[in-house]
Each structure stands twice: as structure tokens, then as C-alpha cells.
């Protein structure tokens, strides 16, 4: 474990609560074709028990806050801007 194991993984839990949700981008960090090493280091961190409670206190966080619209006004600039790339790859 690393401390780079500690601060990267609260950040890839927002995106992949985030990305699939509003830039409707595939999940990432749950698929082994384009980015193996990234989903097997995502999963085996999970395996962890301090891991999967921050996992889930995250992932509840960010669903308390997409419940109270704080991502409408993503979606609606995403939606209105087709010129911009929104989607991967």
C-alpha cells in the first residue's frame, strides 16, 4: 500500500461514479480490455476492508449529492455542448 494507493483511490471512486452518470463514458476502472493494470489495482484494492468502507462511504456521499441535483447542470451542459467530446474513447 502506497501513499499515492491512499489518495488516488477517493478520487477514482468520484469518477467512477461520475463518468458513467453524466459523460456517459464506460466503466472504467471494471473492464480489462483497455486498461488491465487499472482494474485489476481497482479491484484488489476493494478486497481491502478499510478500502471497501471507503468505497462505499464515498459512493454514498456522491449519491446523496446526485439525489439533490448537483449534477443537472453537468448533464444539461453535456447534453447542449455536442460539439464538445464528452464520451470515451
Wanted: charged share 30%; aromatic share 20%.
Amino acid at each position: 500500500m502506497s501513499h499515492a494507493d491512499l489518495t488516488w483511490f477517493p478520487t477514482c471512486i468520484f469518477m467512477e461514479f461520475l463518468l458513467p452518470r453524466n459523460y456517459k463514458w464506460p466503466q472504467i476502472f471494471h473492464e480489462k480490455d483497455n486498461f488491465p493494470k487499472l482494474t485489476k489495482w481497482f479491484e484488489n484494492l476493494q478486497k481491502d476492508d478499510v478500502f471497501a468502507k471507503v468505497h462505499d462511504e464515498v459512493w454514498s456521499f456522491w449519491i446523496e449529492k446526485e439525489a439533490a441535483g448537483m449534477f443537472d447542470p453537468v448533464r444539461e451542459l453535456v447534453e447542449t455542448n455536442k460539439d464538445y467530446k464528452w464520451t470515451y474513447p
